[in-house]
């Protein structure tokens, strides 16, 4: 079997003397999608910034495409092909929707699929409706969307999303879910992080799971739904 | 009538140099966070690298010109140069450190201008072609003013149309929204930082180079203008560039007819214009609430510590400083003399920054107010010295107080803003009011009483007024007032849910403050037997500002050691070279890079690596 598409080990990382993640691990298969689970706190947003380089970290092994991230910035990890949608979305105000778009554009690579504007639109109906409109006035779900989008207009292999299904309506949900669906089928692989095992075990293959930023259980999503026992000890509030 | 329209056209033609500049400041501020100080050198060598420009080539239209844009892209280059020298290092400082590290480019640049072009004024030829006026109902006025009212809608279009109808102004405003998201989009914020700090320096170079065919270059354009600009910037909202825009018409007009009504202060009207605009319109006329997030405290707020000995320690040293005389001749008493006052000008400082977390970059008015407060008391009404130095801490308080209310509305760079701008009207008081202040020519024969004249009764008198006041102070610093201070530096929201009114408590450290140096003004106008100027000017306030941060902000020993050095390092060292600017302003900017927590905080740090190595 060949490498994965992202190799973590022994990932540590600070918020100035705090230190939040002690030994992470876990890998991305190319096409997979991958559930980062844990509670509140766990951890899980830190891990998605720390392969992002958006906080100080160090690790054993840190390997996306083949490439050592671990001495690279953010920037540039984006440019390999590594895609971030925030957790806050923090969608540029300012800016309509087809300039957030436009920030996000970057050349197509080979091996991953290539987005424009307009197919964009097509996956997200709703934003085609308002590509004059600006962040500021938009919903929660449609400014959702948006982050996705514009993230896929860097044409990125790996998607590492943060909680997307964290405070929309339950049909934003399912639409995100279809979404996430969508762009497995079209070869993207995802590392997400997630607290609802619902949306979890609907999208994704694998899970991770993570307490005190500390790994504590991995297998397959129907492992993961089977054993009451882990779920009870990591998951359940 | 006519007479009217004329002066309101020559303030459109001040209006648009004034945008030029601001528009570049105000872009820099926008996406870095960064209040340049040293944008207007880059007006200043703009226009010096215009002259020499427009000496040799602008006997055309196309060699004028052509000569214009080669100094602002030449202003654009050095501006790159300064992001990715010194910018890029200041991104996550404090804003003390970039309003300093800037300020040392400024002086380092004065140095470098005069070596480069000499110190006389220079005058440079008229644009070709645009030599004469025309009538304006049958007023003359000068066509090149008339190019100028154009150029500067022409270029707030073609800002508008680089920020909104290309990719590059759209990264811009990304990065200028959210920096880190841009950066995880891919986007390199260092190389779009350059970009931005190449566009803004070029605009400031062009302003500056435009100047060359209506008044002289000289050394003192630098800091005229970035004064000025700075008030556009903020009376029309920091990052805006319509608000620059705005703002920069309003005050060429104010500038304009100011000058018919109110000829002595029109450089107090545009100070007053902008507190009055930022007390109805606190972000400025287009500027919008959000703003500024506060920059990384973290250098600040290291807790202090009473320390065990202190009280017998500071006896102790005071107990040597006082048998000083009886070993030391005269020169060194005055020097000692100097450090004392300057040693409580620096610890008053460092109440407002260190304790309240208010950086302000005025502090040189109150200072210069207990000064000229003292001077005037002898001067005009005869008073003796116990007198005169009593009323000095009593007008700077009076200053302080009523600038305070003011400037504790706002914290962060507005803070820092709204306390220079007070320092300039006060510097324009002394220094355009002649009747009373005598203007440049300062006042002199201020002298202590008989009893206090000798070198030794002086410093002896010095020592105990600073020694007691930095008592006060200090005992101020450990008690409930200066834990509510520091309180409101830390959480102001949190400070305030537990009942501390941090507002007044910040209006009453800036009074505090201000009569402690005014008391040292006062001391220093006596010492020296005159007053100028320059006492209230912004040099003198860097000054202070350089002396608490060669201390060190976390320690309250800190300002009286960064006193001594810096007093001993002006006096001795760089009276030793003409190039004393260059040798400060290198000062400082070695300082804001590589002794970020000053002297103090740099040796403790020492001791403290050299304990755990031995443990």
């Known amino acids: 079997m060949s490498e994965p598409l992202l190799t973590i080990d022994g990932l540590q990382a600070w918020y100035g003397r705090a230190h939040i993640l002690d030994g992470i691990a876990l890998t991305v298969g190319r096409g997979e999608v991958v559930a980062l689970m844990g509670r509140n706190g766990a951890g899980k947003t830190t891990t998605l910034k720390a392969i992002m380089g958006l906080v100080e970290r160090r690790a054993a092994t840190l390997r996306f495409d083949g490439r050592d991230l671990s001495a690279l910035p953010a920037h540039r990890i984006a440019r390999l092909g590594v895609g971030y949608v925030p957790e806050d979305r923090r969608i540029f105000a300012d800016l309509t929707v087809e300039e957030n778009l436009e920030v996000g554009r970057q050349p197509p690579r080979p091996g991953a699929p290539a987005w424009t504007p307009e197919k964009l639109f097509a996956l997200f109906p709703n934003l085609a409706e308002m590509r004059g409109r600006r962040g500021t006035r938009m919903s929660g779900g449609e400014q959702q969307m948006l982050t996705l989008a514009r993230t896929l207009m860097g044409n990125p292999s790996l998607l590492l999303l943060d909680e997307p299904s964290e405070g929309l309506a339950p049909l934003i949900v399912r639409q995100m879910a279809e979404a996430v669906r969508r762009l497995k089928a079209e070869g993207l692989s995802v590392l997400l992080s997630e607290q609802s095992l619902s949306f979890a075990s609907a999208v994704a293959d694998r899970a991770c799971v993570i307490e005190t930023g500390r790994p504590r259980w991995t297998g397959t999503m129907t492992g993961l739904m089977a054993d009451d026992g882990v779920r009870a000890a990591y998951l359940a509030v | 009538m006519s007479f009217l329209l004329v002066q309101a056209l020559s303030g459109l033609a001040t209006a648009a140099t004034l945008f030029l500049v601001?528009?570049?400041?105000?872009?820099?501020?926008?996406?870095?966070?960064?209040?340049?100080?040293?944008?207007?050198s880059f007006y200043m060598v703009g226009a010096y690298a215009g002259w020499s420009l427009i000496e040799r080539f602008g006997g055309t239209p196309a060699g004028f010109w052509g000569s214009v844009t080669a100094a602002a892209l030449a202003m654009g280059v050095l501006g790159?140069?300064?992001?990715?020298?010194?910018?890029?290092?200041?991104?996550?400082?404090?804003?003390?450190?970039?309003?300093?590290?800037?300020?040392?480019?400024?002086?380092?640049?004065?140095?470098?201008?005069?070596?480069?072009?000499?110190?006389?004024?220079?005058?440079?030829?008229?644009?070709?072609?645009?030599?004469?006026?025309?009538?304006?109902?049958?007023?003359?006025?000068?066509?090149?003013?008339?190019?100028?009212?154009?150029?500067?809608?022409?270029?707030?279009?073609?800002?508008?149309?680089?920020?909104?109808?290309?990719?590059?102004?759209?990264?811009?405003?990304?990065?200028?929204?959210?920096?880190?998201?841009?950066?995880?989009?891919?986007?390199?914020?260092?190389?779009?930082?350059?970009?931005?700090l190449f566009l803004g320096c070029a605009l400031a170079g062009l302003g500056g180079a435009l100047q060359v065919p209506r008044e002289a270059v000289t050394l003192q354009m630098d800091m005229a203008i970035v004064v000025e600009a700075f008030v556009v910037v903020v009376v029309g909202g920091m990052g805006s560039l319509a608000g620059a825009f705005l703002a920069s018409l309003l005050i060429g007009q104010l500038q304009a007819f100011g000058i018919l009504v109110f000829p002595q202060i029109t450089l107090v009207l545009v100070f007053l214009f902008m507190a009055v605009v930022l007390v109805l319109r606190p972000h400025g006329l287009l500027g919008r609430a959000e703003e500024v997030p506060p920059t990384a405290p973290a250098t600040v707020t290291v807790p202090l510590s009473t320390g065990g000995h202190t009280g017998s320690w500071a006896l102790a040293l005071l107990a040597l400083l006082a048998a000083v005389p009886l070993v030391a001749g005269d020169y060194a008493l005055i020097l000692l003399t100097e450090v004392v006052i300057l040693a409580l000008f620096a610890a008053s400082l460092h109440l407002l920054i260190g304790l309240g977390g208010l950086v302000s970059f005025g502090h040189a008015a109150w200072f210069g107010l207990g000064a000229y407060g003292s001077a005037l008391l002898v001067k005009h009404m005869g008073a003796p010295m116990p007198l005169a130095l009593a009323g000095a801490p009593v007008l700077a308080g009076l200053g302080a107080l009523v600038a305070g209310w003011f400037c504790v509305r706002r914290s962060g760079l507005y803070f820092a803003m709204l306390t220079l701008a007070f320092a300039q009207i006060a510097w324009s008081i002394a220094f355009q009011w002649y009747a009373v202040t005598g203007g440049d020519n300062g006042i002199l024969g201020v002298w202590p009483s008989s009893w206090a004249a000798g070198k030794a009764a002086y410093y002896w008198l010095t020592l105990a007024l600073c020694g007691g006041t930095l008592w006060l102070l200090r005992r101020a610093a450990f008690a409930p007032f200066g834990y509510a201070l520091r309180a409101g530096r830390d959480s102001g929201?949190?400070?305030?849910?537990?009942?501390?009114?941090?507002?007044?408590?910040?209006?009453?450290?800036?009074?505090?403050?201000?009569?402690?140096?005014?008391?040292?003004?006062g001391l220093y106008a006596f010492a020296k037997g005159s007053v100028f100027p320059t006492l209230l000017a912004v040099p003198q306030s860097v000054d202070a500002l350089v002396m608490v941060l060669m201390g060190g902000i976390q320690t309250v020993a800190g300002p009286l050691a960064g006193a001594v050095v810096f007093h001993l390092l002006k006096s001795e060292v760089m009276s030793l070279t003409d190039w004393w600017r260059l040798v400060l302003g290198l000062i400082i900017v070695a300082l804001v890079l590589v002794f970020p927590r000053g002297i103090v905080g740099f040796l403790s740090g020492l001791r403290s690596s050299f304990v755990r190595r031995r443990a």
């Open chain 2, 22 to 40: 601001s528009s570049g400041l105000t872009i820099v501020f926008g996406v870095t966070r960064i209040v340049n100080f040293a944008h207007g």
């Open chain 2, 493 to 521: 929201l949190r400070a305030e849910s537990v009942g501390i009114d941090v507002r007044r408590f910040q209006w009453m450290a800036f009074v505090l403050a201000g009569s402690a140096a005014g008391l040292a003004g």
């Open chain 2, 80 to 196: 790159a140069a300064m992001e990715i020298g010194l910018l890029r290092r200041l991104y996550r400082s404090p804003e003390l450190f970039q309003l300093l590290g800037t300020f040392g480019v400024v002086l380092v640049v004065q140095d470098l201008t005069a070596w480069a072009w000499g110190p006389e004024d220079l005058l440079g030829r008229r644009a070709p072609g645009l030599k004469g006026s025309i009538d304006i109902l049958d007023q003359p006025f000068p066509l090149y003013d008339l190019v100028l009212i154009g150029l500067g809608p022409l270029v707030l279009g073609l800002l508008w149309l680089l920020f909104n109808r290309t990719r590059w102004g759209t990264l811009v405003r990304a990065a200028t929204q959210d920096r880190e998201m841009a950066s995880a989009l891919g986007v390199d914020p260092a190389r779009l930082f350059t970009g931005v």
